[in-house]
């Protein structure tokens, strides 16, 4: 079965439907991070009422809490926490390698200790993919080493064979329905980079993603690894940039043939008070908004700036209400749900350099921009 | 302008119609606690969707953040919240008395620093009556005196009489058209309660409330000292008992005549996983919910038992997802909303009495029950 039909190309840019066990999803699509079951502050019907379709969701958190044996006993994560769109779980490997959770790499798997209780586990790949077919995924992602930045050629390279092979195993314990996307590594070096994906294209993948981004490497060199492999990715399989980014990235990847993305920015920053508008971002507990009656963006239609101030938000944020992280959350995520809509029909209409141009001249990351660029967890 | 229009009796038991600047409220009504100008953890599109009509806010905290003066330049409390019901302020006398906020008391008024920063305020009853006006509160309250408990008879008979000059001069500052409402102090001595409401009564207030609970007393003496006041107090004004209480408590405050209820164990105890069933409250992070595909309550109708079962709020509790704590607030607030327009059918149809004995029945306070009945905050 293919997973991805492409509807049209403008450039290297695609507008494309994904096929999952949960719907079509429209691509380029970003999705939520909803690490624990749930995309924080808010309800799953929020997203379904703002048009999203596909979350993800993180294998090494749900496997820790409340376990995959429990969620495939209450039917999979779809029933479980009452969303019916698409989940894509991500496998761990970010987690375990790059959150600073002790761990040790060995050939048959990783062992590591919980952030939660400091119990001990370990994991195969054969066991992540089970751990994700229990959770009852979508889209699986195998388990994969994120090297450090920076890391040498030798240790890089060697981790791109050891990734191969995990990947090989997890190809081989695929047991279910579910699709699984290989991981391109290769840390900072093209050729690595490549190589990885070489290896991973023969195993035929429903799917290929590139990860070990968001480890401190600067942005122009991470550019320059997409840009090694992207070329060389089957034309008729979904790309999936992981833990990326911020609207600008996102713009930049989709340019680049990117059709998914994943991301705690929306979130997070909603979280901080960081909220996003047609020009940028503003931080809403700025005493200047304090009397400020206008919506946090005039031209946005999200649910939050139909009703309430910037006045009142700010209110909320520097009182540390609970309705502050979700009324915020609301706004950001409908702001990147939005910016997905008129990506695609920018390609749908065969205008998306126009759209990369446009964008590119009124976005300017607002009053909080910062060259930060990635994002993961 | 009469405020309230009493539609039946049955017992002391009443059903009526509070007739406010935001529309009519039908009593008995339970007020949940929007503290700061919100009720906690949900939007004020969840209290309409349930049919709640009213909510209190607090002045002492509005009065601190974000301020009166801000509130009356951005339309009154309504509208820069968002919530098109009716709003009662508590003067700010329990939060100034009872919450270890430091003070002085002083004929003029009181003095005192504020919990968020220390710096110091003083507010006289006429300044607090403006504050509330600022606020654009629909009923408004007295500055009163709450004793500790215990207190000496000299101190409470001194300090009734203070709270009766303070409502002389609240009455006297009332400027717009809100209503205001005298608080009946007195703490645990019935003469002294008597003494405060015929003190009060002829002041002519919109409305009288009972205040000076949940100081520590136990609950017998509470309701004794219910018991002395409800008889004296005008039939055709609303009669509010401030701060209380479990479900047990309101029903048995409606049968001695109360018309208004306000507390923040529904909202609070959702937050602590504790949530209310119609023969008691569960605890939601107990391990024996982990895998209790049931909702919360078979027989609620909330948007939450509609949706989601007890293992999937208990992974969302003890993963302490913001999510929780919505869905928890939803349905207690709904339970209270619910318990509240069973009563108040049970009155209609002239079977109040049968109500009550079948509810007290049933009830059993749940795992949960502990003999602390009142709150406030």
């Given amino acids: 079965?293919?997973?991805?039909?492409?509807?049209?190309?403008?450039?290297?840019?695609r507008l494309a439907t994904l096929q999952t066990g949960h719907g079509l999803v429209e691509t380029p699509v970003f999705m939520?991070?909803?690490?624990?079951?749930?995309?924080k502050a808010i309800l799953h019907r929020d997203l379904t009422e703002m048009g999203v379709r596909m979350v993800l969701a993180n294998a090494y958190h749900l496997?820790?809490?409340?376990?995959?044996?429990?969620?495939?006993?209450?039917?999979?994560?779809?029933?479980?926490?009452g969303w019916d769109g698409a989940v894509l779980t991500d496998s761990g490997g970010y987690q375990i390698f790059s959150l600073g959770v002790l761990r040790k790499i060995q050939e048959e798997g990783v062992t590591f200790q919980?952030?939660?209780?400091?119990?001990?586990?370990f994991l195969s790949p054969e066991r992540i993919v089970e751990v994700q077919e229990h959770i009852g995924a979508d889209v699986c992602m195998c388990l994969d080493e994120c090297v450090p930045y920076p890391s040498s050629y030798e240790y890089t390279s060697g981790s791109v064979d050891l990734t191969t092979r995990w990947a090989t195993r997890?190809?081989?314990?695929?047991?279910?329905?579910?699709?699984?996307f290989g991981i391109v590594q290769g840390g900072m070096y093209a050729d690595l980079r490549l190589r990885s994906a070489r290896d991973l294209l023969e195993l035929d993948f429903d799917g290929y993603a590139l990860g070990g981004f968001s480890v401190g490497e600067p942005k122009g060199v991470?550019?320059?690894?997409?840009?090694?492999?992207?070329?060389?990715?089957?034309?008729?399989?979904?790309?999936?940039?992981m833990g990326l980014g911020f609207p600008e990235d996102i713009v930049e990847g989709v340019r680049k043939g990117v059709d998914m993305f994943d991301c705690v920015i929306p979130t997070r920053h909603a979280r901080n008070g960081s909220l996003f508008t047609g020009t940028g971002r503003i931080n809403i507990k700025h005493a200047r908004y304090g009397r400020d009656e206008r919506p946090i963006d005039e031209d946005c239609g999200?649910?939050?700036?139909?009703?309430?101030?910037?006045?009142?938000?700010?209110?909320?944020?520097v009182a540390r209400e609970l309705s502050s992280y979700y009324l915020n959350t609301v706004h950001n995520l409908f702001f990147y749900t939005k910016l997905m809509e008129e990506i695609r029909a920018a390609i749908r209409g065969g205008r998306?350099?126009?759209?990369?141009?446009?964008?590119?001249?009124?976005?300017?990351?607002?009053?909080?921009h910062n060259g930060s660029s990635v994002c993961n967890g």
């Fill in 1 to 13: 079965m293919k997973a991805l039909t492409v509807a049209r190309a403008d450039g290297q840019a």
């Fill in 170 to 180: 997890c190809r081989t314990a695929k047991n279910g329905s579910s699709l699984l």
């Fill in 114 to 121: 919980s952030h939660i209780d400091g119990s001990k586990h």
């Fill in 63 to 81: 496997y820790l809490r409340p376990g995959d044996a429990l969620i495939r006993d209450m039917g999979g994560i779809q029933r479980f926490a």
């Fill in 222 to 241: 991470m550019w320059e690894m997409v840009d090694a492999v992207m070329g060389h990715l089957p034309w008729d399989k979904p790309r999936y940039l």
């Fill in 32 to 39: 939520p991070v909803g690490t624990q079951g749930t995309v």
């Fill in 352 to 368: 998306f350099e126009q759209f990369y141009r446009d964008f590119t001249l009124k976005w300017k990351g607002g009053e909080l």
């Fill in 302 to 317: 999200c649910s939050t700036c139909a009703r309430f101030s910037r006045a009142y938000l700010r209110h909320l944020f």
